[in-house]
């Protein structure tokens, strides 16, 4: 096999560039499988180099069925290769092996993958590739027995990859079409009013405090009386409340109920909403 074939061989493996190619055959005496290791090597160093950039674009993607369902975000810098079909196909492999590996991202970036590199190597001669700098973001698994989820997909890029994933999780016993009806519509309603918990009383005790700031130093400058304005606090940080928790929101396809009233109407005595998770590209 001459250099040329050798060097067109390298390229097509590794989608490293040709002058690189050509210097990885002359130092490996031609030697393919070591100009692959030298090119992986080099990569790695160049890789290091981009690592240190903003990484805020990129996919979501959801794996697994609708009793364990896995999310995983990954993140490169532009939205022109969070659609290059090289990023899209590791993604989608990369999710399979998140809900294999139950969200655990350590274990998770020691998984060989099919071409049977570590997800990290992987990774690092993706960077090498594509030139930017790519990062596993958040990660998600739910599995809750006697519980079916569902999920939801918002600016789909491909199968099952998009900008916005949610994913709820349903207790019950009657695995039925209402169900999954209920389901579907459940996971569209939290895509579009990002609740913050399930009940106003399990909103995170940061975000209630951060909101009673803006709202003091808003009633700060009013004029109005102390008792008046501790009153209006006091309203304002309920509303907060019951239009940040999912099952106080107004219900997004009838906004004159809540979902609490949408889940009482199906009259399935078992039914629960478990759990839930949304993720968002950017958020």
Known sequence: MSDIVKVKKLREATGAGFKDCNLAIKESNGDLDKAIEILRVKGISKASKKMSRDAKEGVIAVSGNERKTSIIEVNCETDF???NEDFTSFVKELSDLNNEK???VDDLKNSLMKNGETVENNIMALIAKIGEKITIGKVKTIENSGAINNHYL???IKDNIAKLAV???LETKTNSDVVKS???QLSMHIAASNPLALEPHLIDQSVINKEQE???EELKNSGKPEDIAKKISQGK???FKEENALLTQAWVMEPKKKVRDILKELS???LKIKEFFRLKIGE
């Open 268 to 270: 399935i005595a078992d």
């Open 102 to 104: 139950n969200s655990i």
């Open 237 to 239: 940080m309920n509303k």
């Open 214 to 216: 803006l709202i003091t």
């Open 154 to 156: 918002h600016t789909v």
């Open 167 to 169: 994913i709820v999780s």
């Open 81 to 83: 290769v969070a659609k």
């Open 182 to 184: 209920f389901g579907k």
